[in-house]
């Protein structure tokens, strides 16, 4: 039991690290994808302040033809009072006070465009600056896991290098023991081929009569014949 519970603990911590390098694959697709999806919300931010931009350009403009209105109506009303038509200058008045509440209108306007394209100039760079941050770590991110992928192969293919290595001394080293083997035997089999060949050699010098011949019957009875014919010629 205790054997089997150890493996099913191994088994749920790879199982473990299995998911978490699923999940952090996926972090990296997500926020990639969320990376993507800022740049969009960026780029339609941007042209949401080019558009009230638009807008605030026109609003001043109009603010400031209404400007010049009131002062040209004001200045009919002038003239209407300079000349004791204080009937004409009323009406003129009465002109100038719609312009007057126009341009109110159109300046609280102007002022809401500027303080949208403030605010949105602001929230824009602040975007700006929070995804170039997260391009960067995102990079760094990459970067490393890419680096250490690549350590870990280069550790791999060494280690398993070592290993080929390893087996390849360990069977040279058997071979040169194989190969010592044979050659004590040759060399034993060369001295018992000389020791047999020395035999052969020695017979044929002495059948040749270069080498004496060794002790036998007949040479034994020559020497003795001639031993006594020396002693007979030396009793003459």
């Known amino acids: 039991m205790a054997v089997w519970n150890k493996l099913v603990t191994a088994l749920r911590g790879a199982a473990h690290e299995a998911g978490e390098a699923v999940s952090d694959s996926q972090a990296l697709r997500i926020l990639d994808q969320e990376i993507r999806d800022a740049d969009n919300d960026l780029n339609k931010s941007k042209e949401a302040l080019a558009e009230i931009m638009a807008k605030q350009k026109l609003a001043a403009s109009r603010l400031q033809a209404t400007h010049q209105k009131i002062g040209e109506y004001e200045g009919y009303a002038l003239k209407a009072l300079e000349t004791n038509d204080e009937a004409l200058a009323l009406e ?35 975007a700006q600056t929070n995804i170039k941050r997260l391009k960067q770590q995102a990079d760094t991110v990459k970067a490393t896991e890419s680096v250490q992928r690549a350590q870990a192969t280069v550790a791999g293919r060494y280690t398993g290098s070592q290993s080929r290595v390893q087996n390849a001394l360990d069977s040279l080293e058997r071979i040169k023991q194989k190969q010592a083997e044979r050659g004590a035997r040759l ?23 270069i080498t004496p011949t060794q002790g036998n019957a007949q040479s034994v009875l020559e020497r003795l014949k001639a031993q006594k014919a020396g002693g007979s010629a030396s009793a003459a």
């Open 187 to 209: 060399q034993s089999a060369a001295e018992l081929s000389r020791e047999g060949s020395e035999d052969v050699l020695d017979a044929k010098l002495r059948a040749a009569g």
């Open 92 to 126: 003129v008045a009465g002109k100038v006070s719609l312009l007057e509440a126009q341009r109110d209108e159109e300046e609280a306007q102007c002022a809401a465009y500027t303080q949208s394209v403030d605010e949105l100039r602001t929230a824009i760079q602040n």
